[in-house]
């Protein structure tokens, strides 16, 4: 049987020896290479694009490519033809061939940097989130914007989106690196249209009544729920389990139970009054570093204008004038 092995072993590697045309054989382990040492891709430049195998990074990266620049660059990069075989193919020549491959080669490393910026974005996200835990803020006030979201949402709209949450971390945690990294700054009016449009009805109608009127961080992070609860409607059919409600009620009924109160004693005395306590100092700050910016407490029965008042002390009625109409 060894021999055996062995005799058809060595017939099998003869024919793909004979097989191989224009290429020397190498007296090294049977490994052939090409002529022009030139040809094969640059080793710097096949880690990088090893490193988007198998990814949506590289599906982006091909769409920046078209016609022959596509062809090459899947040839020369992805199936590691080397520029002889690939102008053979294109029946061009090799310079040709290679002037393209320069342009690639920017374009590649152009995505590079801008990959790399992005892990830095995400990671500084991730460090904001775990700051947010702690202090229950952020340093840009991106944790101010997303209570704002809140606010224009409403209790209706937010129970929408996070029954298709696992919990209300993860809604949180979405929300806040969306408006830290915010992809939305590259994006022109014509994908935001685009997109909106997409909706299904009753988020666009929601969209016309709620937030066609707010800033864009605001119209943007609408979209951008909008589509993920779409999406998890696809994959899931029926909205995920929330392990977190149960936990919490039974942890609140546990401490009632301790300091001798009930459930809703302990929420609206103890627990609620804390949270409110921890609130008002992020927007006294707020309003320290934005002078101009006044929050006006939803709750208080008072009218706005007598807290805007008590803010900022009784003075002159302010009136809009633009100068443009001033001869008009």
């Known amino acids: ?130 700051k947010f835990l702690e202090q229950y803020r952020t340093d840009d006030d991106e944790d101010i914007l997303f209570d704002m979201f809140r606010c224009i949402c409403g209790p209706d709209l937010q129970e929408v989106f996070l029954e298709w949450f696992y919990s209300y971390r993860e809604y949180s945690k979405f929300c806040l690196q969306y408006l830290i990294l915010r992809p939305f700054e590259h994006c022109t009016d014509d994908e935001f249209d685009r997109r909106l449009s997409a909706l299904v009805e009753w988020q666009q109608l929601t969209f016309c009544l709620q937030f066609a009127e707010h800033i864009d961080e605001m119209q943007w992070l609408y979209i951008a729920l909008c589509e993920k609860m779409n999406t998890r409607q696809k994959e899931l059919k029926t909205p995920p389990s929330h392990p977190d409600e149960k936990k919490i009620q039974r942890e609140a009924e546990k401490t009632a139970r301790r300091l001798g109160l009930t459930v809703e004693e302990y929420i609206e005395g103890r627990f609620l009054p804390k949270i409110y306590e921890r609130l008002e100092k992020r927007y006294t700050d707020f309003r320290r570093k934005y002078k101009n910016v006044v929050v006006v407490d939803e709750n208080d029965p008072r009218p706005i204008q007598e807290q805007i008042k008590e803010i900022f002390g009784d003075g002159p009625e302010p009136k809009f004038r633009n100068p443009e109409f001033d001869k008009k």
Do not use: C
């Not at 090893?50 to 062809?71: H, I, N």
């Not at 053979?88 to 910026?117: A, P």
């Open 1 to 130: 049987m060894v021999k055996m092995d062995r005799k058809f072993y060595n017939l099998e590697r003869r024919e793909k020896d004979h097989n191989v045309r224009h290429l020397k054989p190498s007296p090294h382990r049977h490994v052939f290479r090409p002529k022009i040492p030139e040809d094969l891709p640059d080793r710097k430049m096949d880690e990088s694009l090893r490193s988007y195998e198998g990814s949506t990074d590289l599906k982006r990266l091909l769409s920046q490519f078209e016609g022959v620049e596509k062809t090459i660059f899947r040839m020369y990069y992805l199936e590691r033809k080397n520029q002889e075989i690939t102008a053979k193919f294109l029946g061009n020549t090799q310079s040709y061939v290679s002037k393209h491959l320069q342009k690639i080669k920017k374009v590649i490393e152009l995505s590079n940097l801008r990959q790399e910026d992005q892990s830095k974005r995400e990671a500084y996200a991730e460090q904001q989130w775990e």
